[in-house]
């Protein structure tokens, strides 16, 4: 059942001061919450109706069985409570994606003195997703996150809970970690390419799409770099991964510029421009970016189209 909305608002914000957010949390008597679930009232009923019938029928069997179950309760609370007890959650990776899609947002789970088991976290909306953390280990969980505009999107309060070891008991805390995934443009095709040409010098590339440029050298493998342009040839002979450098005119390249979309609303030159990002990557044809504030030098391979995305993300706030 759904509160209404002004007590709702305020529970919000009652929890925002209570669990500010932060880079890393740890969990502690503060932050956790404990209620018994449904089976665990099930079995409180069971027990007082046993310690009722016991009373009046003076059996001592009864009784000691009422009381058993009662003291098996205390003992799993203390229990389910210490499963969540001192567990660490701190900031993991980021997947970004397109605006209206998903990304996703990795948290690191530690715990330093106990095990903690059969974990259960959740954004409001979203599936939940199971892990157990060994004392003195670190584990890594992924979680989807809707994007429903461009730019940077905030994870939402994580919802942290178990029910470990009897199920009788649910504990959960709310997690609010300082963690953002950014939201690349949709892609809007464009007929026209919003790009000038580069200055008449020469400069030095490393990967691109082969045409009048001329051999430069080699320099060592950097992730990203196009597997076209990688010295298989050395590499099979033992001098280790390279990757071949070729120059050839800066006007060659193009430059996908902002105000060559003048006219054009602010949300529409973004998604032009990423249309023209991916299409100048696929061709292996090097570009650059100008945009209000930033400029990308001309390049080519994975890590240049994912920093001209999340330029295009990020726009206005570059950083």
Same mark, same amino acid.
């Given at each position: 059942?759904?509160?209404?909305?002004?007590?709702?608002?305020?529970?919000?914000r009652?929890l925002s001061r209570?669990?500010? !957010?932060?880079?890393?949390?740890i /969990?502690?008597?503060? !932050?956790i919450?404990?209620?018994?679930?449904g089976?665990?009232?099930f079995? #409180?009923?069971?027990?007082?109706?046993?310690f009722?019938g016991?009373?009046?029928?003076?059996n001592?069997?009864?009784?000691? /069985?009422?009381?058993?179950l009662?003291?098996?309760?205390?003992?799993?609370?203390?229990?389910?409570?210490?499963?969540?007890?001192? &567990?660490?959650?701190?900031?993991?990776?980021? =997947?970004s994606?397109?605006?209206? =899609?998903?990304g996703?947002?990795?948290?690191t789970?530690f715990?330093?003195r106990?095990d903690? @088991?059969?974990?259960?976290?959740k954004?409001?909306g979203?599936a939940?997703q199971?892990?157990?953390v *060994?004392a003195?280990?670190?584990?890594?969980?992924?979680?989807? &996150?809707? #994007? *429903?505009? !461009?730019? !940077?999107?905030?994870a939402p +309060?994580?919802?942290? =809970?178990?029910?470990?070891?009897?199920g009788? /008991? +649910?504990?959960?805390?709310?997690?609010?970690?300082?963690h @953002?995934?950014?939201?690349?443009?949709?892609?809007q095709a464009?007929?026209?390419?919003?790009?000038?040409?580069?200055d008449?010098?020469?400069?030095v590339?490393?990967?691109?799409?082969?045409?009048?440029?001329?051999?430069?050298?080699l320099?060592?493998y950097?992730?990203?770099d196009?597997l076209r +342009?990688?010295?298989?040839?050395?590499?099979?002979r033992?001098?280790?991964?390279?990757t071949? %450098?070729? =120059?050839?005119?800066?006007?060659?390249? &193009?430059w996908?510029?902002?105000?060559? $979309?003048?006219?054009?609303?602010?949300?529409? +030159? &973004?998604?032009?421009?990423c249309?023209?990002? %991916?299409?100048?990557?696929?061709?292996?044809?090097?570009?650059? $970016?100008? /945009?209000?504030?930033?400029?990308?030098a001309?390049?080519?391979?994975?890590?240049?189209?994912?920093?001209?995305?999340?330029?295009?993300a990020? @726009?206005?706030?570059?950083?």
């Amino acid at each position: 059942m759904r509160l209404p909305a002004p007590i709702q608002n305020y529970y919000q914000r009652w929890l925002s001061r209570r669990l500010p !957010r932060s880079p890393l949390v740890i /969990l502690n008597q503060r !932050r956790i919450f404990i209620f018994p679930t449904g089976y665990g009232f099930f079995y #409180l009923g069971v027990a007082s109706l046993l310690f009722v019938g016991g009373i009046n029928y003076e059996n001592n069997l009864v009784l000691s /069985l009422s009381f058993l179950l009662a003291s098996l309760f205390l003992v799993a609370i203390l229990h389910t409570y210490q499963n969540l007890s001192g &567990l660490g959650l701190r900031n993991g990776g980021s =997947e970004s994606g397109y605006a209206a =899609e998903s990304g996703s947002l990795g948290v690191t789970l530690f715990s330093e003195r106990r095990d903690h @088991y059969c974990i259960w976290l959740k954004w409001e909306g979203q599936a939940a997703q199971q892990i157990s953390v *060994p004392a003195g280990t670190e584990s890594a969980l992924w979680l989807n &996150l809707a #994007l *429903p505009r !461009r730019g !940077r999107v905030v994870a939402p +309060r994580m919802k942290v =809970e178990s029910v470990f070891p009897l199920g009788l /008991l +649910r504990t959960w805390s709310y997690v609010s970690l300082e963690h @953002y995934c950014l939201a690349w443009p949709t892609p809007q095709a464009s007929q026209e390419c919003p790009a000038d040409g580069g200055d008449e010098t020469v400069q030095v590339v490393s990967s691109g799409k082969a045409g009048n440029e001329e051999f430069r050298g080699l320099r060592s493998y950097v992730a990203g770099d196009s597997l076209r +342009r990688i010295d298989w040839k050395g590499y099979a002979r033992g001098t280790g991964l390279n990757t071949k %450098l070729f =120059e050839d005119p800066a006007g060659g390249r &193009l430059w996908l510029n902002w105000d060559a $979309l003048e006219g054009v609303g602010t949300e529409q +030159r &973004l998604s032009i421009l990423c249309y023209w990002v %991916l299409v100048l990557d696929q061709q292996q044809q090097p570009y650059g $970016l100008k /945009l209000p504030g930033l400029t990308l030098a001309p390049d080519t391979g994975d890590n240049h189209r994912l920093r001209a995305l999340d330029a295009l993300a990020a @726009y206005p706030e570059f950083g």
